[in-house]
Every structure is written in structure tokens, then in C-alpha cells.
């Protein structure tokens, strides 16, 4: 059997990684490791693009969204959309553990959390709602500014409000050689009320097959499900790709989709697990991806591949 392993997205994710390590180790299910990681980083008010704290939607509403999945029988959950729930993530466990469906959103979402027993709680604090202020007042002067282009830019800039986002995303391996994962965000800073991303999205934010692997995303999540980027990664590794080269090549599909579609490249990056412990991560050029293993008993944080036009 291959030693435990854990990776997550971003330098938060180094947080959630020493919590799902010491579990993994201690004979844990990959899930619940996973989802311990990702809950530490939710219940971080200073990570202002997860769960409490996250940085409020365009009319200052906080509205999460996360998905799980195990690699043994394809169990899943997720929500979107949902607003003063605290531990999402947990929430699309009980999605996947206690109804016949895979997806909740919005408000009945938020209701089958009450019956579940979680709590309503408000999810701004007075730093999130400072950040949100300044958000607001940047795309003011942006949208009356043109945007200039970067060097390597197709064509300008898109119109994305913010490029205040990010997700923590936990990739797990157990002592029984089982894979799980799970997606957790408040998505774009200055959303659109109701605008869902690709983290709760089995296929584009997470997947997990322990017969292939396990991959998640971060990055602008309309690219992602463009692209159903981890679904796609996992397909990678089942033909015959390592996970490095299955992030590779998910990049270089976003790339080759910018240029199809005549658009700015967005910000996107990927992370993938293989059955074998084996691991990858890369990104789009200038999107700078730390991202946190855990294996055996020490926690890293390495930069993944960046990927761009040329
Ligand atoms: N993928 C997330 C979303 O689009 C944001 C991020 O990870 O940066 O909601």
C-alpha cells in the first residue's frame, strides 16, 4: 500500500494539509482527512475567498460553494450558492451520505443545512467587507479606465469583476489506497447574485476515481467548466498519463481554448493525485500556484508549473 499523501491548492492549503496528514496517518478514511483540511481553511476568517470571511458577491452577500467525492464507488455531493452556512463542504458530505441527489443550491441548500442540524450564522466580518468596499471602488475605476493589455495577452483583458478569488482544494491518499477530495470557495469576489462556479461542480472543479486518480481546480471557474478540467484531468491519467503531465495538458487545453474563442487567457490552475502517491500541479503563466504536500509526517509547500503562449 503507497504512504498516505496529501496535497492542497494555494499557501492556505499548507493549513489544511497538516490537519489531514496526522489523520491519514493514524489510519483515517481519505474523505474525512480531507474534509477536516478543508475546514480548517473555511473556518479561517483571514482567507478572504473561503468560506467565513470570504469576500461578499456584488450586492454583499456571501454565497459558498463546495463539493466531496470518494474515489472508491464515485460518492458525491455538492452545493452552490448557498449563503450563511459556514461549513459547506460538510454540507455536501450530508448531500452525498443522506439524499438520493448530487447537487443543492441556494436556498434549498441553505434549508436541508437547518434540518441537518447547521448552523445560520453571518459569514462577512468587518476585513471582508473592507476588502469588498475596495473591490467595488477598483472595478468602478476599471470599468471607466480601458484595460491595458499584458505582455502575452491574446487580446485585452475580459471582464471579470475582480481577480479576487481563489479555493482551497484537498486531494487525499489513504492507507488503504483510496483517493478522495474536496472543493471549497465564496468563488469571484463581486459575483453576480446566484453565479456558480466550477467548485461545486463534479467533472470541473473536483473528480475522483480511485481506478485513475484524483484531480481539482482553482482559477476562473467559467474557464474551467469550459473545459470540465478535472474530469478531464482523471481521464488523462487513465490513459496512460502521470498527474504532472495530466495538469499539463489541462492547461494547454485552456490555452488552446482562448485562442479558439479569440479571449484573454484567465487565470487557471490545476492539482492531481494518482492511486500510486504519485502528484502534480500546473497553471497558467503569471498566476503563481503554491500548493501544500503532506507526506510522511512533513508538510511542503512547492510552486506548481506555469504554462503559457509560447
Ligand atoms: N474557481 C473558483 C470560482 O470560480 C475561484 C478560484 O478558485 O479562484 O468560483
Known amino acids: 500500500m503507497p504512504d498516505p499523501l496529501v496535497i492542497a491548492t494555494w499557501k492556505f492549503g499548507e493549513k489544511a494539509v497538516a490537519t489531514a496528514l496526522p489523520m491519514l496517518q493514524a489510519g483515517k478514511p481519505a474523505l474525512d482527512a480531507a474534509l477536516a483540511g478543508a475546514q480548517t481553511v473555511e473556518d479561517d476568517p483571514e482567507v478572504d475567498s473561503v468560506g467565513f470571511g470570504g469576500i461578499p458577491n456584488a450586492q454583499g452577500v456571501v454565497q459558498l460553494d463546495a463539493c466531496v467525492m470518494e474515489g472508491k464507488r464515485l460518492d458525491c455531493g455538492g452545493v452552490a450558492g448557498v449563503e450563511h452556512v459556514k461549513h459547506v463542504a460538510a454540507l455536501a458530505r450530508r448531500v452525498m451520505e443522506k439524499t438520493d441527489h448530487v447537487l443543492l443550491v441556494g436556498l434549498g441548500a441553505q434549508q436541508f443545512a437547518v434540518q441537518q442540524g447547521f448552523p445560520l450564522e453571518p459569514l462577512v466580518t468587518p476585513e471582508s467587507l473592507r476588502k469588498w468596499d475596495e473591490a467595488r471602488k477598483k472595478q468602478k475605476a476599471r470599468s471607466s479606465a480601458p484595460m491595458k493589455r499584458r505582455k502575452g495577452d491574446l487580446v485585452p483583458p475580459g471582464t471579470f469583476p475582480s481577480d479576487s478569488h481563489d479555493t482551497v482544494t484537498v486531494l487525499a491518499l489513504d492507507r488503504s ?134
Open 177 to 310: 489506497g483510496s483517493l478522495a477530495g474536496v472543493c471549497t470557495t465564496s468563488g469571484l469576489a463581486l459575483k453576480l447574485p446566484g453565479r456558480v462556479g466550477d467548485s461545486p461542480l463534479i467533472g470541473s472543479g473536483l473528480y475522483v476515481d480511485d481506478t485513475a486518480g484524483a484531480a481539482g481546480a482553482t482559477g476562473v471557474g467559467e474557464e474551467i467548466i469550459r473545459i470540465h478540467a478535472s474530469a478531464f484531468i482523471v481521464e488523462a491519467m487513465r490513459a496512460g498519463k502521470s498527474p504532472q503531465e495530466a495538469c499539463e495538458a489541462a492547461v494547454q487545453l485552456a490555452i488552446a481554448v482562448a485562442l479558439r474563442r479569440g479571449k484573454h487567457l484567465a487565470r487557471v490552475a490545476f492539482l492531481a493525485l494518482d492511486p500510486k502517491g504519485r502528484f502534480g500541479a500546473a497553471c497558467t503563466k503569471g498566476t503563481a500556484f503554491p500548493f501544500a504536500v503532506g507526506r510522511k509526517g512533513k508538510v511542503e509547500l512547492l510552486e506548481a508549473k506555469e504554462l503559457g503562449l509560447e
